[in-house]
């Protein structure tokens, strides 16, 4: 599948893969900034933003859309920040192509096989009477019986779109997500390892990565460093773009 995507700057490559329910612009200012000294490339993940929809979402698929992404931008060789899911297809990637990822940056996210962790976000959306709503807000209180956390509603309504006639959308595939979550949650699985330079950046006040993980990280990424930042939580791109940008610019050179 062919991914929509926007391009920043110059110099070399840099792709940006976003997390689950999210969108190339939740990096839009990360990647401005990143621009400055490299070639960055924010897509969109299929089933997300606006890249096309399909029937399944896996993460071979994943994967195979970042391949003939590379393919077709006649990309040699690229440094990839994945965040959440996007760090497994980051991760999954590197495994299968190793010899096409320069760096790798991993965010908040382990290569294990994670327990389900988005029910009530799924019973929040579908609650949303898209016939119905006039208004985001009409929408959000509709949300905020399964979901009362304001940041994740906020999060989550950047996904809902209103079109020319006045009517709403989600822009995400709500129907495939769902279907096919449990395969978004398994572990990346390699019988080989990626020996490039892999930064793992966890935010302190987030629990998807645990000390346990680190086991795993050293079995496949042998060649990697884990750093945290205190006060960020899982969103740690968000929560604090300038620790995040500097320690991501460090690492890259």
Known sequence: MHLHFKQYGQGNPLLILHGFMGTLDNWHSLATQFGKTNLVYALDQRNHGKSAHSSRHTLALMVADVKLFIDTHQLQKVSIIGHSMGGKVAMQFALDYPNLVDKLIVVDIAPKQYQRGHDDVFKAIFSVDLVQIETRKQAEQMMEKYLPDFGT???????????????????????TLHADYDEIIKAVVSNGKFFGETLIIKGGNSRYITQEDEADFEELFPNNEIITIPGAGHWVHAEAPQAFFEAVTNFLG
Request: aromatic residues 14%.
């Open 153 to 175: 509603r906020q999060f989550l309504l950047k996904n809902l779109d209103r079109r020319e006639d006045g009517t709403y959308a989600w822009k995400m595939n709500l129907q």
